[in-house]
């Protein structure tokens, strides 16, 4: 292979492989089968790597020379942890973020070994990871003191870990004991997520205001014990925060005399305050943040009313990403009246808007010509006029997620897509009247359980969305093993399908799957099958293909994992 193109020099095909990588490092696999030039050349492009289940040998960290970035979050890796922290210390990566999210309990041992092994690392993510205690918030200050980026959020209980003796570390939970170690130990911090400790207090605020002066994001939701006077000391102290998200019955953040948003120079640019009681006079006190707001996330709120929202639209006039989910105040005059404000938004979410109807989306697309990601799950779309008259397009729209309105229909949904034809992920989970899927080309996601979807629908995604990667189909019933043969034929860089609940397809078609298309790495098994350890293992060692639960999918997509 060396002989093909001797007069092409390196710099020639790193560029084109560099150019096949941009927009995923999938990509480079068919490639770098080709020989072992390319190979080198692809292993020296991929800075990021995403392991869900584990790894045969050798190790895949001495693999790539130029890793930044390692992801394990809520991979499928049983008592293995130890082994890929040991083997990523060994390797001598230089890696600047680390994800272990969902993983745990946390190897202590290896935790300090990586330490000493991987100064560089910057950037630790331990969301939702099993008995993280003071304990490991201790090893993980002493063990990695460059640390600027950390995230300890929704710790998971777990009662078979002990923590004897006493005094910091010996509670088991995550206290202001050893958040006030952290703040001491990692001063640089620039990010720390807090959310779901709920052992916390101010005392912690106060140490974090106190020793972490450069900090630019802080989270603290659901942490019951914080006040708005925690939170307003934080937001003077810390004059670079950027980024704030706090709830809880205890927090006013625009009280009289303790106004968060009303701290000299603030220029705070995201939001989030799901879940609280947001009364007019907060989202009044919001639109004071004026130009810099960029971000906010507003939830599950209880008294959003019009009058704030379209105030802080009128003022914010930057502002990019807009969550509006559940809010009881919306209907398709309401979104008319803040529509046109909203030129330079990106995301907006709307689900469990139940009044919307397609009426609002069509205001939506109309005046937010830069957006990428539309949510309108759980609302009335499907209903009053239809698309076909709208002549403009959106190109910039890849994610859009349209699950559980029943009203929505083939019909419907093709004229949606003739508006946003570049969409590169789409939901339709529990749509009864969807039964077919076409014009997408650049379509790599779609998510259609429990939808309408049959053989003849498949067939189409298969010819019109050659791309896809990952496809589910949980709870299907028109769905049997001819229509997933069809994808699996059509799709050549398929890597993940669900098919749990599907009661038309045997199990036994899960052996011609993977030898039928060698790039599947996951797959959840149809009807009520529930692979053994046993079956794990020989799918995992002889193809690559994990086996999981429809449960361990949903899990994933609910903590916001993407291929």
């Known amino acids: 292979m060396e002989g093909c193109c001797p007069e092409l020099p390196e710099d020639c095909w790193r560029l084109i492989f560099a150019r096949l990588a941009l927009c995923h490092t999938r990509h480079l696999d068919s490639p770098s089968l080709a020989c072992k030039h390319f ?30 970035s390692v992801d394990v979050s809520f991979g499928f890796f049983g ?40 100064p560089t690392l910057k950037g630790l993510v331990c969301s939702r990871v099993k008995a993280l205690s003071d304990r490991v918030l201790i090893v993980i200050a002493d063990s990695f003191p460059n640390l600027e ?26 206290s202001d004991a050893g ?65 704030l998200s706090v709830n809880g019955s205890r927090i006013s953040l625009s009280r009289p005399g303790a106004n968060v948003f009303l701290v000299p120079g603030w220029e705070l640019q995201s939001l989030d305050l799901s879940g609280m009681d947001v009364s007019n006079h907060l989202l009044l006190a919001i639109s004071n943040l004026g130009g810099s707001l960029r971000r906010l996330i507003l939830p599950r709120c209880e008294g959003v009313s019009l009058q704030g929202v379209s105030e802080v639209v009128q003022r914010c006039e930057l502002l990019e990403h807009l969550d509006l989910e559940a809010a009881a105040f919306l209907t ?70 349209l699950g559980w309105n029943k009203h929505l229909d083939d019909e419907i949904l093709s004229e949606i897509i003739g508006i946003c034809g570049e969409i590169k992920e789409l939901s339709v989970n529990d749509c009864l009247r969807i039964s077919r899927v076409r014009g997408l080309e650049k379509l790599e996601v779609l998510e259609a359980g429990r939808s309408g979807l049959s053989d003849e ?22 769905v049997t093993e001819q229509g997933v043969k069809e994808v699996v034929r059509m799709c050549k860089a398929l890597r993940e399908v669900n098919l749990s609940r599907c009661a038309r397809i045997w199990v036994g078609l899960l052996c011609w799957m993977v030898i039928a298309r060698p790039s599947l790495r996951r797959i959840a098994p149809p009807g009520d099958f529930h692979p053994s350890e046993a079956h794990k293992k020989i799918m995992l060692i002889r193809h690559g293909c994990l086996l999981c639960t429809s449960e361990e999918w949903g899990a994933e997509l609910r903590n916001g994992c993407r291929i």
């Open 457 to 478: 629908g498949l067939e189409e995604v298969g010819r019109s969305c050659r791309g896809m990667a990952r496809l589910g189909l949980e709870g299907c019933r028109g």
């Open 39 to 68: 190979l080198a050349i692809a292993n020296c492009l991929v800075s990021s790597l995403t392991l869900r289940f584990p790894f045969r040998s050798p190790s895949p960290f001495s693999r790539f020379p130029n890793l930044v």
């Open 149 to 174: 980026e950390l995230d300890v959020s929704y710790p998971v209980e777990d009662g078979t870990v002990e923590y004897p003796g006493e005094g910091l570390g010996s509670t088991g939970k995550v």
């Open 179 to 243: 958040v006030e170690f952290v703040s001491r130990k990692l001063g640089n911090l620039l990010s720390l997520d807090l959310s779901g400790n709920y052992c916390i207090s101010d005392r912690s605020l106060l140490s974090i205001a106190l020793n972490c002066a450069s900090l630019r994001r802080l989270a603290a939701l659901d942490c019951e014990f914080l006040s708005g006077d925690g939170v307003a000391f934080v937001a003077s102290r810390c004059r670079d925060l950027e980024s």
């Open 332 to 401: 398709d005059e309401a979104v008319k009246l803040i529509g046109f404000r909203l030129t330079d938004l990106k995301f907006i979410n709307l689900s469990s808007c139940h009044r919307l109807t397609n009426e609002s989306l069509r205001t939506i697309l109309t005046n937010a010509a830069n957006l990428e990601e539309i949510r309108m799950e759980r609302t009335d779309l499907g209903k009053g006029t239809g698309f076909s008259e709208c002549k403009f397009r959106r190109a910039r729209i890849r994610r859009l997620r």
């Open 79 to 118: 008592g293995q942890l130890d082994r890929l922290l040991r083997d990523l210390a060994a390797s001598g990566a230089r890696i600047r973020t680390l994800d272990l999210s969902g993983q745990g309990p946390l190897p202590l041992c290896r935790m300090k070994e990586l330490g000493r092994s991987v």
